[in-house]
């Protein structure tokens, strides 16, 4: 399987607000570094680095206004005197005026942010620009017949919604998605299989028919994102019925996640995709650090041969799945899960 893969993922480095205090990402460089060299140690196959793609692309998934903020954020950060990690200090809630963009930097980090787990430096913009272009790189050659590819995305993305970051700003499966519609595909599926929902993937496509979006995850009630990923979110508008979540609960193993999985890809392919892009999120590995599924490394592998017997051109692109030492073996175990049975 062809994997992309840019290095300008290492210019990205932050902290997170995570238990009351400020604590290096888990988010960080040596994630897609340790997947990138599982990928190259079994020979999974050729690595290639990403195309330069237009911002247009960018903005078919997110707003034009976001774009804008991001390309600009850490300049006015700076301009302002600061130099640690620019995080947001207060949200626009409820009874605020949450259409409204502010013009001072503090403000606009509040208005486009969901968390606090998004930090932006110096080198975020560029970071995640080339993520992005990862995975547009990664959906046109599925285009062009690829049977498969890997898109090794980092920062990772389906916490971004059109407007807002968390889950580190672009997102990838989105973006990916919005090509190759662009590309003249009639309907994509989407099928995100990290540990946490995928809200600003349900965000960007509830409303839509064109692209199915489902969810296997946490139950939110006790898992990030915490407000969005039940059962009755199901779209709205030409939207409904389009989307379909599966909130699981703690300790949740195997055979129980298995089944979700069999009525998820089920759904994808009573849509009858051109293309399927996976948001591969391996965090659901018994020992992931900030998650509460018990799958095991065998278990990726079922998975990956299960999205393959969909039949469905496939890009998978790298979500969340924290640093323990098999986040690299999860991962391509998946991917070589997947060409053992793909046709």
Not at 70 to 78: C, G, K, M, T, V
Not at 150 to 169: I, K, V, W
């Amino acid at each position: 399987m062809l994997t992309i893969f840019s290095s300008n993922h290492r210019l990205h480095h932050g902290s997170e607000l995570k238990d009351g205090s400020l604590k290096p990402s888990f988010e960080n460089p040596q994630r897609a570094d340790t997947v990138l060299a599982r990928v190259k140690s079994v020979g999974l196959g050729d690595v290639i680095a990403e195309q330069r793609y237009d911002r247009s692309n960018y903005v078919r998934a997110h707003s034009e206004r976001y774009v804008t903020f991001l390309e600009n954020a850490w300049q006015e950060w700076a301009a302002t005197g600061k130099t640690h990690d620019a995080l947001p200090l207060v949200w626009p809630v409820r009874d605020l005026a949450i259409d409204q963009e502010p013009s001072f930097i503090d403000g606009k980090l509040g208005f486009y942010a969901m968390d606090a787990g998004s930090p932006i430096t110096s080198g975020t913009w560029e970071a995640v620009r080339s993520s992005a272009d990862v995975a547009l790189t990664g959906i046109e050659r599925v285009i062009d017949g690829e049977r498969g590819a890997f898109a090794l995305c980092r920062p990772p993305g389906h916490h971004a919604a059109r407007e807002y970051m968390g889950g580190y700003c672009f997102n990838n499966a989105a973006i990916a998605a919005e090509r190759c519609l662009s590309r003249g595909a009639k309907r994509v599926a989407i099928l995100d299989v990290d540990f946490h929902h995928g809200n600003g993937t349900q965000n960007i496509f509830y409303d839509r028919s064109d692209v199915f979006f489902a969810s296997i995850h946490g139950d939110p009630s006790v898992s990030y994102p915490y407000f969005s990923g039940f059962a009755d979110e199901k779209g709205v508008g030409n939207g409904e019925g389009f989307n379909a979540n599966y909130p699981l609960p703690r300790g949740t193993l195997w055979d129980t996640f298995s089944v979700a999985l069999a009525d998820a890809l089920k759904r994808v392919q009573a849509h009858q995709p051109e293309c399927l892009v996976i948001s591969l999120g391996v965090d659901t590995f018994e020992h992931d650090p900030i998650s509460h599924f018990r799958l095991t490394s065998t278990n990726f592998i079922q998975m990956g041969e299960a999205i393959a017997k969909a039949g469905i051109p496939t890009l998978f692109v790298m979500e969340g799945g924290y640093m323990v030492d098999e986040i690299g073996i999860n991962a391509v175990n998946t991917l070589q899960g997947y060409d053992s049975h793909a046709r």
